[in-house]
């Protein structure tokens, strides 16, 4: 079974930082491109970043680039995404997805909360 | 950037109705557009990629179609389990973008 699971959320001060993981098993990742996609309480979705399968491709939304940075490990399942520089409006649900064609699977999501 | 332009924001149907929620891309995009079901406090659920091949699962009342750079999800007979909000997406050139989404109450 595919899974996904994302954890690093939690309250952080404007200005501060916050790393988020994504867990994966069920699938081969490093056969696979993924993203970070968030989505501020009561708003659509916006996509974050995309990682090449091998990590040797970034790219970012305008909204964070510069503050956040992407990164994967394959031998241990997991993507990251660094957030520097947090802004209230930074404030999301933060979701990983695997990217097959489209978006294929997700996690849970983890929560980030930017305020003093 | 392409900007997606999704409508309805919001539309009420009844059991059985058909139901099309359209998107329109700001520039010609090819067919690199997928719709996701959402809803509250679940992830999306991707239904249908490129423009109109059906996700795995997903049931065949679900379709998808193109025409230049409007694109159409259509429910052909509304269920109860598709009360959700429903995002196209699209990509271009490494850059993702969603639709304000389509918010779908069955009556």
């Known amino acids: 079974e595919v899974q996904l699971v994302e954890s690093g959320g939690g309250l952080v001060q404007p200005g501060g930082s916050l790393r988020l993981s994504c867990v994966t098993s069920g699938f081969t990742i490093s056969t696979y491109p993924m993203n970070w996609v968030r989505q501020a309480p009561g708003k659509g979705l916006e996509w974050v970043s995309h990682i090449s399968f091998s990590g040797g491709s970034t790219y970012y939304a305008h909204s964070v680039k510069g503050r956040f940075t992407i990164s994967r490990d394959n031998s241990k399942n997991t993507v990251y995404l660094q957030l520097s520089s947090l802004r209230a409006e930074d404030t999301a649900v933060y979701y990983c997805a695997r990217d097959f064609f489209a978006f294929d699977q997700w996690g849970q999501g983890t929560l980030v909360t930017v305020s003093s | 950037d392409i900007q997606m332009t999704q409508s309805p924001s919001t539309l009420s149907a009844s059991i059985g109705d058909r139901v099309t929620i359209t998107c329109r891309a700001s520039?010609?995009?090819?067919?690199?557009l997928a719709w996701y079901q959402q809803k509250p406090g679940k992830a999306p659920k991707l239904l249908i990629y490129?423009?109109?091949t059906l996700a795995g699962g997903v049931p065949s009342r679900f379709s998808g179609s193109a025409s230049g750079t409007e694109f159409t999800l259509t429910i052909s007979s509304l269920q109860p389990d598709d009360s959700a909000t429903y995002y196209c997406q699209q990509y271009n050139n490494f850059s993702w973008t969603f639709g304000h989404g389509s918010k779908v109450d069955v009556k």
């Open positions: 490129k423009a109109s």
């Open positions: 520039q010609s995009l090819s067919s690199w």
